[in-house]
């Protein structure tokens, strides 16, 4: 399909139904769903959406930044609730969390920068007790690396629920991050408030072009499942390698593995793995120094624990 660059999307035929032939594809309405050009966009906007004065939010700690950054900016606190000793979000613990003042709940599943997966059964129940007392929104930016039944989305109670909103995007397995596609998922009356309110009832804000690339990876199931396992075999490498050399990284089921590099390690580990040409990132969680690496190819990971075991042997 040409992608008609003069027009707008409302405009071209094959785009017009977009948001419709997306949330289809979801088993929902398309009065249940928000196309946004990414999904950071909506973590942002919904800080703000939600913002009270004396407010606050609950979120997992470490979680993806860019929600509590924004609510923070904002003079929101920010509950952050420690991972439990397995690296996994503690549920209990988030809920116990939550109190009068709570406007929203961030929780990120699978988490990012841990990987951990929360199965759907504990997920399902989370939500409906959540909801009761606060806007919980879940963020399920990595679902799609899962197989069923861990791929379980909370779309379903997202739908029928204004106080549940679930945030998905293509950035990851679709491989469409430097094209800006995203989406928010709930309840008609929740979504046409967010509508109101981020795009004052206009979605030309993602390019015709990414659209038609959307619908297009969307169709393409087969090419998914051939980088889930691309993505697999890489992720599978890397980790073998790393516990080879002892470290202890974290079990993901992501597109990126975080282990411990040790807190006698001095200096900024992500500014010298660039100096070898290799971009990751580091920083300290629950205590530790860390580096997170993301799954590139095959020969990527390679190169990866090459320099990893010329470093460590130096
Ligand atoms: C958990 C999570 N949510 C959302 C995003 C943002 O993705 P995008 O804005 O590209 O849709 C990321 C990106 O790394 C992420 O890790």
New binding site residues.
Partial sequence: MMPFANRYSFNVDGLKDCQATIARYYGVEKENILLTA????V?DFCARFFYKTGGNIVAADPT?F?LPATAKKLGLIVNAVPIDSNRKIDLSAMLSTINNDTQLVYL?NPN?PTGTLLKPDAMKSFCAEASKKSAVLI?E??LDFLDAPDNESMIPLAAGNPNILV?R?F?KIHGM?GM?M?FVISHPDRIKQLEQALFNESQVAISNLTLAAALASLQDEEHRAYCKQKNATSRDYAFKSLKEMKFDPIPSVTNFILFPIGNDYEGNFADFMLTKNIYLRSATYFGQKCCRVSVGTLDEMQQFIKVMKETWKA
């Avoid at 990414?38 to 966009?41: N, R, V």
């Fill in positions: 990414g999904s950071s966009i973590l993806f860019v990120v990012n963020d930016a990595y945030t995007t950035s991050a800006r995203g």
